[in-house]
């Protein structure tokens, strides 16, 4: 079997994806005005979780392991660069290991769902778990102004894309409720998945 049958196609968002982080590393002079001191793993970092774990289609050949190499190829470049500008090694670890954590459980996931016919369920727990909250509450707080129960916070504090977006700004929160989350939808996918598999052979019969 040829290789390009193996790996499939990169999915187009990837491609967007790549080209979208690579420009946030372009030492241009808008970029660098806008971004300023913020560090630049924690940028593309974002792009990347949002990108890989997005609900895949039931039909099509693209599989996200090839979006996730060309992801740690440029979240690398990234965290080389956040080296020189000044950040300590700590810093960027603090930042890259629960992100390579989330980069392999939601697309996982994500991947999971798919084999097993379940992408309509990882799509709602991916809108209300992973994105929808932090859109939400930002549209709250910056456009209407308004200040958010406890209750809302809490599941905002639950995602793991809040949880990257919160380390632009040198956020000190603790990972592990994101980390938990990222767990909880693969292991929902990955039951999903085992079941259908056993399933399968009594059908057949």
């Given amino acids: 079997m040829p290789l390009e049958g193996e790996l499939g196609h990169p999915p187009l968002m ?14 241009w002079e808008g970029i660098e005005g806008s971004l300023g001191a913020s560090s630049r793993f924690s940028w593309c970092a974002l792009l990347w979780v949002a990108t890989l774990s997005l609900p895949q289609a ?5 599989r996200w392991t090839v979006g996730l ?5 440029v979240l690398g470049l990234a965290a080389h660069l956040d080296l020189a500008s000044g950040l300590s090694a700590l810093e960027v670890w603090k930042i890259a290991w629960p992100t390579l954590l989330f980069l392999f459980l939601l ?7 798919k084999e097993a016919q379940r992408s309509v369920q990882y799509a709602l727990l991916w809108f209300f778990l992973i994105s929808g909250a932090p859109l939400y509450a ?3 707080e910056a456009w209407g102004g308004s200040e958010l129960p406890r209750w809302f916070e809490f599941i905002r504090s639950a995602s793991p894309l809040d949880w990257v977006a919160s ?20 292991s929902v996918a990955a039951t999903s998945a085992d079941g259908e598999s056993e399933d399968e052979p009594e059908h057949k019969k």
């Fill in 14 to 27: 990837s491609i967007l994806c790549l080209i979208a982080s690579l420009a946030l590393l372009l030492p």
């Fill in 58 to 62: 039931a039909t099509g050949t693209a």
């Fill in 69 to 73: 190499g060309l992801g740690l190829c």
């Fill in 107 to 113: 697309p996982a996931a994500a991947a999971r769902a």
């Fill in 138 to 140: 930002h549209a709250l």
């Fill in 167 to 186: 380390q632009q700004g040198g956020g000190g929160e603790d990972p592990w409720l994101p980390l938990g989350v990222a767990v909880l939808l693969f």
